[in-house]
């Protein structure tokens, strides 16, 4: 174990006992492990203690050359929660907004946006549970409850675009800044879950174990596979703090993170290896359990909380048949790595560049209006050197046949696109569908503080 995971490990100890009672110190808070195959539900979570990683066994590898490379560490995702109240005025504003977002009218569910420092969201149409108003760029999902309600004011998912480029504290004090805009704010964020992740490049076999070599207090532990190529393992999904190690290449091809892929370079990544990701889903009881609440409290002891993860509540071994004794088996070289990540350290390069807009980048654009223009030109029979023209007949074609459709709905052409693009501006945050009447809503606001102002001081 390395000085930085003893000294997160010893603060995290620290912090718990001044938290604990000496009543609560039951038997079943000291730190064993236990020797089943599943262990305990993850509801029966220990203190910041246990026995440390060892290595005394050892270790035979059929290679002689595995090697492991870190390239990021950090928060990928963060939620969090805000008591306060949301204002009257906001209030009757988002409940408009809301309802536009429910029209059977393109033209005015496009308007369903709200500007707020230097954000375009998109209102939902939806809420969720005791949070009736949702708005969403590529920064922020924030929640909203009425005003009069017991739940917090706000519950906001931080995106990892975002951290990747801010970082959790200057995030969290970006959206406390926003969020004072909408109502009064009565306390600092409380952190609901945090997600802590390694991406690393490793010669390890990351299928050369079966689910036996993991040693854990959850109640799950799956393999997957996409294609018939192995993409990794899930331990203890659904519980109050679970892991993940997958495949991140194959996991970007499906959600579209490619903006990932400079920072691993910027790392020493060269292209041409595997990236995977040890992931740990940390939620708030677990958190609240360690005396952690507030994000300057948690992002502290971050350090800690990676060495609980990967030294008491979950290991990786190999496994000894003489030796009934789990948590006395070896610790698996790959683990010896993982565990040790320096969460002192910076944690890898941040991007230079964020927008909050969600559009899709221009590669993928060019892929799929490519991919249309040639299936057009087979279809029609033209052949490979008349590109140009092949073009020019399918935008000529798809000119006509939007332009029916217009008519069909009894509309001018114009105004036809001018919706489906008003709805894209919304849907990818990138601009203000209605900014004459955004205008005068913002002078009316000005305005009606200027008379509280004047009626507030007599004049």
């Given at each position: ?17 001044q938290n ?11 730190g ?49 929660s ?40 998109e ?33 906001v ?15 969290e ?60 393992w ?51 009881d ?174």
């Amino acid at each position: 174990m390395s000085k930085y995971q003893q000294s997160g490990r010893d603060g995290l100890n620290e912090l718990q006992t001044q938290n604990q009672t000496a009543a609560s110190r039951s038997p079943a808070r000291t730190g064993q492990r236990s020797d089943r195959a599943d262990g305990d539900r993850e509801a029966a979570e220990p203190a910041f203690k246990g026995a440390p990683l060892s290595n005394t066994a050892p270790y035979n590898s059929n290679s002689g050359k595995e090697w492991f490379k870190p390239l990021r560490w950090g928060v990928d995702s963060l939620y969090l929660s805000y008591p306060g109240e949301l204002s009257r005025e906001v209030d009757n504003r988002l409940k408009e907004l809301k309802q536009l977002a429910q029209s059977k009218t393109p033209g005015e569910v496009a308007k369903a946006q709200l500007p707020l420092a230097g954000h375009i969201f998109e209102v939902k149409e939806k809420g969720a549970s005791l949070f009736p108003y949702i708005l969403e760029d590529g920064a922020f999902r924030i929640q909203l409850s009425r005003p009069g309600h017991k739940a917090p004011m706000a519950y906001v998912k931080v995106s990892a675009k975002f951290l990747a480029h801010a970082g959790p504290v200057e995030a969290e004090r970006q959206l406390y800044a926003l969020l004072s805009e909408l109502g009064e704010l009565k306390e600092s964020a409380n952190v609901s879950r945090i997600d802590l992740f390694a991406d690393f490049q490793s010669s390890f076999d990351m299928e050369g174990w079966d689910r036996h070599a993991w040693v854990t207090r959850a109640s799950s532990i799956n393999a997957y596979a996409v294609s018939g190529q192995f993409s990794g393992w899930s331990v203890g999904l659904g519980g109050v703090i679970s892991a993940r190690l997958y495949n991140k290449l194959l996991e970007i091809v499906v959600s579209g993170k490619e903006w990932i892929i400079p920072l691993w370079q910027k790392a020493g990544w060269d292209g041409s290896g595997l990236v995977w990701r040890q992931e740990f889903e940390i939620k708030r009881d677990v958190l609240t359990q360690k005396g952690l609440s507030k994000l300057p409290e948690v992002m502290k002891h971050l350090d800690g909380l990676w060495s609980y993860a990967t030294t008491e509540w979950l290991r990786l071994t190999l496994p000894n048949a003489d030796d009934k004794t789990r948590s006395r088996w070896q610790i698996h070289p790959l683990w010896l790595f993982v565990s040790s990540i320096d969460w002192e350290g910076t944690g890898g390069p941040l991007a230079k560049r964020f927008t909050p807009a969600r559009s899709p980048n221009d590669d993928k654009l060019f892929q799929i209006g490519y991919s249309a223009i040639l299936s057009y030109m087979a279809k029609h029979g033209f052949p490979a050197s008349e590109l140009y023209e092949g073009c020019e007949d399918f935008l000529a074609s798809a000119y006509a046949y939007h332009e029916q459709k217009a008519f069909d709905l009894g509309l001018p052409f114009e105004d036809f696109i001018a919706e489906k693009l008003a709805l894209k501006h919304r849907q990818y945050n990138t601009g203000i569908n209605d900014p004459e009447q955004e205008a005068k809503r913002q002078a009316k606001e000005v305005e009606d503080q200027a008379k509280a102002y004047r009626k507030a001081s007599g004049g």
